[in-house]
Structures are given as structure tokens and as C-alpha cells.
């Protein structure tokens, strides 16, 4: 699979909607790997600038990310009922809590304008996060040339990828950084870790792997490479990389103390998502039951504190998604960590080579 896109290197480099950027992805593409947009969080007509701009920066494959939520289900009861929760925090910044939420992301499966995009730029790969769309949705995607990648956290949501024709399989252990790709964050979670989820997945399905969650060096990659793994997607050892998009306070939290103790939580967009422990991750505490209105609606009460805060200087409440890995990352421009990675990955077969047979 990575022969036929003219990648090189087995590592992808993750989507990151909000933190990835063309200019990350072209460098990461240009120096072997699988670079990747994530354009869920904007509309087609952002999306197509984004991938003007990557398309004027390689002429290698890259990959686009979409989301495929399910539809939120709106409750003004319970919206009303989280910022009323929410306005203490917003009066600490001398910021008005919002009057109403809306539904800021538009699922991939609801979006014409979007599917119509794809379909006339032929992006290399399109991978899909949360789900799956319609099959004639997929039945026209392929059609077009355009791999598709799909996430699975559990053997179930893979084999229903691989019953859709998705060419591979993003096995994405609990790790990871970001949102959980569940297909539906309400059901039963096993919380399966990287290495655990990639073999059960290498073993049970017939569909190429990628290892997704935790991994950040070339170590990580040999090893998700020996579990059968055709690849590994990297998102935290990328992030604080001068092409992403994290912001000052990101990239601080990044090398601090919350780095150390990741935590996984849905207060601040309404879906499972893994992130630097910070003053928004430590609500989990004093929520007393309440749950968020759902992604994405819950996702607009987080931004707007985040905005709130962030204009009096506290970062605290930023959506800091990183993986376990954390304290493992690196500040390296992107190629410069690609090159590292590949090398350290280089060193690992070396050392495994069977004396003689070097």
C-alpha cells in the first residue's frame, strides 16, 4: 500500500484537525512519510483552500481527514443547564457565558459540498474518523482512485471497515492523543492499548494496519512494525514541530508537568477525547454527574472558554490533545523528525540484524 502512494516511510503523521497545517503535511510528505490535513473542523470551502496551499507545497500523496460523527442530538435543557454550570468560570475571565450552542462541525456524512471536494481533487488518501459514511459514498471515493483509511478502536468497528472496502485500518489505542475514533463514544469502551488493539486487528482482518497511539519514536515504530503493522501514525511527536498550529500555550503545556499525566475526558467537546492534564481536564472532579450536551455542540461552550481565558493570559482551558507519550516529544522542524525517526527506526533493525547476517 505504501509503494503504490510513493511513500517511503512506513509513518504517517496524524491529522490533528486545528493543529496540523498544509505546510506540516507537505514537509512530513516531502521527506518520505504520509503527511495529513484534518479538515473536520471547517467547510469545503476552507478545505479546498487548505488543499490548494498542501498541493502547492509537494507533489507527494497526503492524506485528508474528515469526521463522520453521528448527528448530535440537541437538548436546550441540557445545554442551558451546562453554561449555567460553565458561567462561573466565564465571570472569572469577565467574559458572558454564550446565550445558546450550536452544532460547529458538520458530519462528512451529511456534507455534499464536501464529498463533491474530494471527489474533484483526488486527494491520495481520504481517512475517516468516528465512523463510516453511506456506502455509495465510499463506492465513489474508491471510484476515484482515492485510498481510504478508517480509525477502529475494537476488533468490531474494524471489521465493519474492512465489510465497507476500506483499503486500511487505523488501529488507534487508547494512548492516543485527541479523540477517540469510537464509532459511537455512548457504547462500552475496552479502552484496548495500541500494541494489544494492532495484533488482534493484524490477526482477524485481512486489511493493512497502521498502529496509532502513544508512539513517538523510532522505537515505537519498529515495534508496531514487528506486531504487523504496515506503518505508524505519529500526532503528539509532531506538534511541537514550528509547522503545526499549537499555539504558545499549547506548545508550554506540552513540555510541562501535565505532559506527565494525561487524561481522557468528554467534558471538553463532548466526545472521549485524551489531553494534557490542565484546569479544564481537572473539572472532572466537580462535575457531580453532569454530563456536556454532545459533540459537537459541548465542543462550542469549550471554545468559548478557551477564548475567554485565553485573552487573560490563562491557557489552562485550551483542547491540549496529546498522547501518553507526551514526555517523549521533541521540538524539531517536521523533516528534521521524520529524518530522526527514520534514523532511530534504522538503528532498531540494525541491532536486530542475526550476527552474520549483516
Given at each position: ?181 469510537m464509532f459511537d463514544p455512548k457504547a462500552p469502551d475496552d479502552g484496548l492499548g ?165
Amino acid at each position: 500500500m505504501l509503494d503504490k502512494l510513493g511513500v517511503s516511510l512506513p509513518i504517517v503523521q496524524a491529522p490533528m484537525a486545528g493543529v496540523s497545517t498544509p505546510a506540516l503535511a507537505a514537509a512530513v510528505s516531502n521527506a518520505g512519510g504520509l503527511g495529513s490535513i484534518g479538515i473536520g473542523a471547517t467547510d469545503a470551502a476552507g478545505a479546498s483552500r487548505m488543499i490548494e496551499e498542501l498541493r502547492g507545497r509537494t507533489e507527494r500523496a497526503f492524506n485528508v481527514n474528515v469526521f463522520v460523527h453521528g448527528a448530535a442530538i440537541a437538548d436546550p435543557a441540557r445545554e442551558a443547564a451546562w453554561l449555567e454550570w460553565l458561567a462561573p468560570l466565564f465571570a472569572e475571565f469577565d467574559a458572558k457565558v454564550p446565550a445558546t450552542l450550536h452544532t460547529i462541525y458538520k458530519s462528512f456524512a451529511d456534507d455534499a459540498d464536501m464529498l463533491a471536494l474530494l471527489l474533484a481533487t483526488k486527494p491520495a488518501v481520504v481517512s475517516l474518523h468516528f465512523g463510516l459514511p453511506p456506502s455509495e459514498t465510499i463506492a465513489a471515493l474508491k471510484s476515484a482512485g482515492i485510498t481510504l483509511f478508517a480509525t477502529a478502536t475494537s476488533l468490531d468497528e474494524a471489521r465493519k471497515i474492512e465489510a465497507a472496502g476500506i483499503d486500511a485500518i487505523v488501529a488507534q489505542g487508547i494512548e492516543a492523543g485527541g479523540h477517540r475514533g469510537m464509532f459511537d463514544p455512548k457504547a462500552p469502551d475496552d479502552g484496548l492499548g495500541t500494541f494489544a488493539l494492532t495484533r488482534q486487528l493484524v490477526r482477524h482482518t485481512n486489511v493493512p494496519v497502521i498502529a496509532a497511539g502513544g508512539i513517538m519514536d523510532g522505537a515505537g515504530i519498529a515495534a508496531a512494525l514487528d506486531l504487523g503493522a504496515v506503518a505508524a501514525q505519529l500526532g503528539t511527536a509532531f506538534v511541537p514541530c514550528p509547522e503545526s498550529a499549537a499555539d504558545e500555550g499549547y506548545r508550554k503545556a506540552l513540555i510541562g508537568e501535565g505532559a506527565y499525566h494525561t487524561r481522557l475526558t468528554h467534558l471538553i467537546s463532548g466526545r472521549p477525547a485524551r489531553a494534557l492534564a490542565n484546569r479544564f481536564t481537572a473539572l472532572h472532579e466537580l462535575t457531580s454527574g453532569r454530563h456536556p450536551p454532545d459533540y459537537p455542540i459541548a465542543y462550542d461552550a469549550g471554545k468559548a472558554l478557551h477564548a475567554a481565558a485565553k485573552a487573560k493570559g490563562e491557557h489552562g482551558f485550551g483542547a491540549h490533545w496529546a498522547g501518553q507519550g507526551a514526555p517523549l516529544a521533541r521540538t524539531l522542524r517536521a523533516a528534521e523528525l521524520v529524518a530522526t525517526l527514520a534514523r532511530e527506526l534504522a538503528d532498531v533493525r540494525k541491532a536486530h540484524v542475526p550476527a552474520g547476517l549483516g
